[in-house]
């Protein structure tokens, strides 16, 4: 414990009063938003960088007990901690922090604290497993467990190993959350700087669906003209209802926006959602 409280000094110590006020709003900390009632002492991520270096060998359970801090520069040290174990650590290390991640994920609570380790963490280990885990959490209500499932496949897109991804953007499709469109867009952006053809083959059965911020995070390394051509398309006065989706994925009825039907055809069996390599849906 006197090491945790050494740490948690020498935080205190780097606390910058103007950029905790700063981060309150640029994290969304106010009634109703996602960040709400969240906490900042206003440490930059390259002082805790270097500080979780220090750090490094901190017992898992002290790593756990920052994590469950309300203050976010607690549980980002505690993540770029656990982040540091896992890849220095043996499969019984890895393991142990892949659990504790998943288990303590209520604390995993942002977009910064989800982006840098998801994919170090949840996708590097499930890069050889199963990863129902990874569908369990795009499909539940949880806006951090679903921004953790599109954003670990980050670990999948830099082997050239696109299923999943796209299988999840798939899913996501619907999300009403923006921090879900543009998390989609990017991983999206990611398979096409690999493949654009992939990418494309994506968008061309879904881009008159997607919500404008998740094409345009999609697209935004096609040339410009391109660009337009995809954007031109897509006006969403009402987008149809996830039920009314679902029933064009099965093939029973064309997607309605604003009373008239999308010309655009249902995807082929086998397509986005077929197949997969230790991926039960």
Known sequence: MRVLSQLKQQLQKLADPKRAQSSLWFFKTGPGEYGEGDKFLGVGVISLRKLAKQYKDLSLLNVLLLLKSPWHEYRQIALLILMLKYKKGDSKIKTQVFNAYIKNTQYINNWDLVDITAPRIVGNHLVDKSRQLLYNFARSQDLWKKRIAIISTFAFIKNNDFTDALKLAEILLNDQH????????????????????????????YYKLMPRTMLRYAIEKFPEQKRKFYMSKVHHPRLPSPAAQDQWRAGLAPPQRGGEAISISPPARGGVRGGGRGVGI
């Open 178 to 205: 923006d921090l879900i469109h543009k998390a989609v867009g990017w991983m999206l952006r990611e398979v096409g700087n690999r493949d654009r053809a992939t990418e494309e083959q994506f968008l061309k059965k």
